[in-house]
T-cell receptor
Framework: AQSVAQPEDQVNVAEGNPLTVKCTYS??????LFWYVQYPNRGLQFLLK??????LVKGSYGFEAEFNKSQTSFHLKKPSALVSDSALYFC?????????????FGRGTSLIVHP | NAGVTQTPKFQVLKTGQSMTLQCAQD?????MSWYRQDPGMGLRLIHY???????DQGEVPNGYNVSRSTTEDFPLRLLSAAPSQTSVYFC????????????FGEGSRLTVL
């Protein structure tokens, strides 16, 4: 079975400060991990993914995420937040073993960047 | 690039009415799926398809029906609408690879009175 948890419903950060949106996962094997962003009244957009290799993954709009196998985490980060980063962020996981293509999504974290 | 196209964007139904939400993708993706998004519930998978002629149930399939007669189209049918089906519905497609990301439509907001 695969699952993902986003422990914070909402994250507040001031513009220009670094931001972190947390994600932890549970899989029976090794994971494929994804981050998506949803702006108001829009569909989800892919940000970045971890497949294998370097634990630090860089994605769109200056976002990056760090895969930590020992802590089963894949936290989303950005060095300097923008007001325009305010959106809903979803983490998703697929288990490499088991053969299921279907990803499991977290419940989402609302990021609010204050001017 | 059209990507994933959903219609209609908004719909109001009365309890008991039926309707179809349309989803089309022009990326030749094998995998297509329908989610509903409700406050505090995240995304819940309704039905999915791994290719033309193949469909399967997700987490919350009751009250919904799907078919996949072509690679491009994956309509979602509400058989007899209920207020509990008031939600925002998203169609998503993917290449059918475990490492691949999903591509989402813009959503269809449905209200059942």
């Amino acid at each position: 079975a695969q699952s993902v948890a986003q422990p914070e419903d909402q994250v507040n950060v001031a513009e220009g400060n670094p931001l972190t949106v947390k994600c932890t996962y549970s899989v029976s094997g090794n994971p494929y991990l994804f981050w998506y962003v949803q702006y108001p009244n829009r569909g989800l957009q892919f940000l970045l993914k971890y497949i294998t290799g370097d634990n630090l993954v860089k994605g769109s709009y200056g976002f990056e995420a760090e895969f930590n196998k020992s802590q089963t985490s894949f936290h989303l980060k950005k060095p300097s937040a923008l007001v325009s980063d305010s959106a809903l962020y979803f983490c998703a996981v697929r288990d490499r073993t088991g053969g299921s293509y279907i990803p499991t999504f977290g419940r989402g974290t609302s990021l609010i960047v204050h001017p | 690039n059209a990507g994933v196209t959903q219609t209609p964007k908004f719909q109001v139904l009365k309890t008991g009415q039926s309707m179809t939400l349309q989803c089309a993708q022009d990326m030749n993706h094998e995998y297509m799926s329908w989610y509903r998004q409700d406050p505090g519930m995240g995304l819940r998978l309704i039905h999915y398809s791994v290719g033309a002629g193949i469909t399967d149930q997700g987490e919350v399939p009751n009250g919904y029906n799907v078919s996949r007669s072509t690679t491009e189209d994956f309509p979602l049918r509400l058989l007899s609408a209920a207020p509990s089906q008031t939600s925002v519905y998203f169609c998503a497609s993917g290449r059918g690879e475990e490492t691949g990301e999903l591509f989402f439509g813009e959503g269809s907001r449905l209200t059942v009175l």
